[in-house]
């Protein structure tokens, strides 16, 4: 389990840490910006460094998955972000992948 936000409320922190054990803590900041349906994630994470993340975003299939998919990687062309830049993993399965 990766340890949830220090903020969250109703309990639920509480909860999932008395019925699973923390592996890791992620601890990160986060930035969102738009521009028109695509959002944007600026994340500067402890012990691993700054990652973005593109989700261009629809609404009940429209536009199509393909064209979502087409603007994503039309802002990583932009940005130049390569395929061998991207990440697959979580944060916390890098943080633990660094431990090892």
């Known amino acids: 389990m990766t340890e949830l936000d220090p903020e969250a409320s109703c309990g ?8 699973l054990p923390v592996r890791v803590r ?4 986060r930035e969102i ?6 959002k944007f994630h600026l994340d500067t ?3 691993l460094g700054s990652y973005v993340e593109i989700e261009a975003q629809g609404r009940e299939g429209t536009p199509p998955r393909e064209v979502l ?3 994503a990687a039309q802002w990583r062309a932009k ?5 061998a830049d991207l990440e697959p993993r979580s ?5 633990e992948d660094r431990r090892e």
């Open 12 to 19: 639920v922190r509480e909860i999932l840490e008395a019925a």
């Open 26 to 29: 992620v601890r990160k900041t």
């Open 33 to 38: 910006f738009f521009i028109d349906n695509v």
């Open 45 to 47: 994470v402890d012990g």
């Open 69 to 71: 998919e087409a603007q």
């Open 79 to 83: 940005l130049g972000i390569a395929d």
């Open 91 to 95: 944060y916390s399965d890098l943080l």
